[in-house]
């Protein structure tokens, strides 16, 4: 005994797709004759928009200097005996 896939019509496989952002979605052979969601495609676009650049305004000309990890946006950063400028912290129990 035979089984063969078809598509049961009005159930659409975009849904769960990658073809929902795609520019030929609605206008692609693969997506027409796909039994099944469509999780890899070579035609796959996106169609790419314009972003606004981001813009950042300084307070009074004041700059903070640059700390990686928790340090820099902690409120004890001015008075911590902990920091050590040759370490990034990731983990600190005083951390506020």
Not at 27 to 52: A, D, G, M, W, Y
Not at 64 to 73: A, F, M
């Amino acid at each position: 005994m035979s089984k063969t896939l078809s598509r049961p019509s009005g159930r659409s496989t975009a849904s769960h797709s990658i073809c929902t952002d795609c520019v030929h979605d609605g206008n692609c052979v693969f997506q027409r004759s796909s039994c099944t969601p469509i999780l890899f495609c070579e035609e796959h676009e996106v169609e790419r928009k314009q972003e606004e650049p981001v813009r950042a305004t300084m307070v009074n000309g004041v700059r903070t200097p640059v700390v990686p990890g928790l340090c820099g946006s902690c409120i004890h950063i001015e008075h911590c005996a902990l920091r050590d400028p040759e370490r990034i912290t990731y983990h600190c129990e005083h951390y506020e």
